[in-house]
């Protein structure tokens, strides 16, 4: 499986927008770009996915890099509740269906 | 249920002591992942079901660990003569279909080995 590389952390103000990155420079061109979160205590909740194209759902947005080898999970309005560590995940369809889960960024949110 | 529901959330056990944890998924979901969560970690993938088939039993550390899933729905996860290394939360996800879209996780179940 592809590696990705995220920062270990990050903080963000609440109410502001928060970028969070992603570095997949090995990326093959059937790996689909993953994120999920997991807030203290609870098991990981998808947030979204995508392939090439930008992608906005109702929790955030995903910023895909044109040569695929980066990308940015967008969340526009941080609240508190929005602290949690955010997983940025490679899955190849072709070649299995586990997710491969690195450490993460721990995202702080300040009020 | 709306969700993956896991069972015990908390196990204490002894070294030695075999446990089972129990993953109901969400109804009609075709596929179903075991993962194991050290803290500190990103979850490790465990083991991988389609239906009542073990497709993928890769991750699972050590032959005292079995899962099984006989009917397609329930499974259990099974660890004979636990060991404190085994101390983790394991969690349980399902999907509707091999997709590429989300997995539902359950909240897990932390087991601890005294």
């Known amino acids: 499986d592809a590696k990705t590389t995220q920062p270990n952390s990050m903080e963000s103000n609440e109410e502001e927008p928060v970028h969070l990155p992603c570095n997949h420079s090995?990326?093959?061109?059937?790996?689909?770009i993953h994120w999920y979160r997991q807030l203290p205590s609870q098991g990981p909740e998808y947030v979204i996915h995508?392939?090439?194209s930008n992608v906005n759902n109702r929790m955030a947005s995903l910023a895909i890099a044109e040569d695929r080898k980066s990308s940015t999970l967008i969340l526009h309005r941080a609240t508190l509740r929005d602290a949690a560590v955010y997983y940025c995940?490679?899955?190849?369809?072709?070649?299995?269906?586990?997710?491969?889960f690195g450490a993460g960024t721990i995202l702080r949110v300040k009020s | 249920g709306a969700g993956v529901s896991q069972s015990p959330r908390y196990k204490v056990a002894k070294r030695g002591q075999d446990v089972a944890l129990r993953c109901d998924p969400i109804?009609?979901?075709?596929?179903l992942f075991w993962y194991q969560q050290a803290l500190g970690q990103g979850p490790e993938f465990l083991t991988y079901?389609?239906?009542?088939?073990?497709?993928?039993k890769s991750g699972l550390p050590s032959d005292r660990f079995f899962a099984e899933r006989p009917e397609g729905s329930v499974s259990t996860l099974k660890i004979q003569r636990t060991q404190q290394e085994d101390s983790a939360v394991y969690l349980c996800?399902?999907?509707?279909?091999?997709?590429?879209?989300?997995?539902?996780f359950g909240s897990g179940t932390r087991l601890t080995v005294v």
């Open positions: 996800a399902s999907s509707l279909w091999v997709s590429n879209y989300g997995y539902t």
């Open positions: 090995t990326i093959s061109g059937t790996d689909y």
């Open positions: 995508g392939l090439t």
């Open positions: 995940i490679l899955r190849d369809v072709e070649g299995g269906n586990k997710l491969v």
């Open positions: 109804s009609g979901h075709v596929s």
């Open positions: 079901f389609q239906n009542e088939a073990q497709l993928d």
